[in-house]
């Protein structure tokens, strides 16, 4: 899809929707697109990790769940959606500035792994609040930390990573955005994210977003453009220092 949508006409008439991975395939050996190969029109989402327990974990907050990982090596199972997936990548960041060690358990998507949270065959999964939120709700899992800056409007009253522990780590999640080929001039790129801006403040996007449990993170061409580049340079230095890249 990234390769169909960067060598597109420039014309404006292809617009593709980008996600985190433009950012991570790269780094993992696994494509070569870049988020140079795009302009960018804008944000519209993102999403960050919520720390997630059964219901009857014995941690009752993230504090701690890493003193015990911090104790235990590797004995705290932790879920996720593949080897390289973005939440792995999250849950290895909070290993990397927490100092702990996870053990990592890699399912075909998120779904999968809070399935498996659920029935008991993994501790802990990092994943977003919209994919725990149904089951939260119904009191089978506890959200521990919001790895964020901000705490998410999907699980109300759960803190941030940070508030929790004290402990800052880098904010890893997936992001969405709509971009256009990289040549497409200046002016048709204006008129999209002009139509898209204003789009994404209509009542009926902002009800579908929340919802769903999915994060409102509007920018316009200039700031999707800085977050593609930081996320980049991010993955940059954690995937190899996880010995991930292919």
Known sequence: GFSEGSNA??????????TVELTTLRHLGLATNSYKDFKAIAQINYDPSAITVKADSPWKNAKEFLAYAKAHPGEVKEGNSGPGSIWHLSAAGVEKSAGVKFTHIPFDGAAPAVIALMGGHVDVVFV????????VEAGKIRPLAIVDSKPSDALPGVKTFEEETGIKTTFVGPWRGLCVPKDTPEDIAKILTDAFMK???????????KKNGLGMAIKDGAGFTKLMADSDT?????????????
């Not at 006409?9 to 980008?18: I, L, N, R």
Request: proline share 10%.
């Open 9 to 18: 006409k420039p014309d404006g008439y292809t617009v593709t929707m980008v």
């Open 128 to 135: 977003s609040p919209a994919e725990v939120k149904a089951q």
């Open 199 to 209: 789009g994404a403040n209509e009542p009926e996007f902002k009800d579908y977003m």
């Open 234 to 246: 991010a993955f940059a230095e954690l995937v190899p220092a996880l010995g991930l890249k292919k």
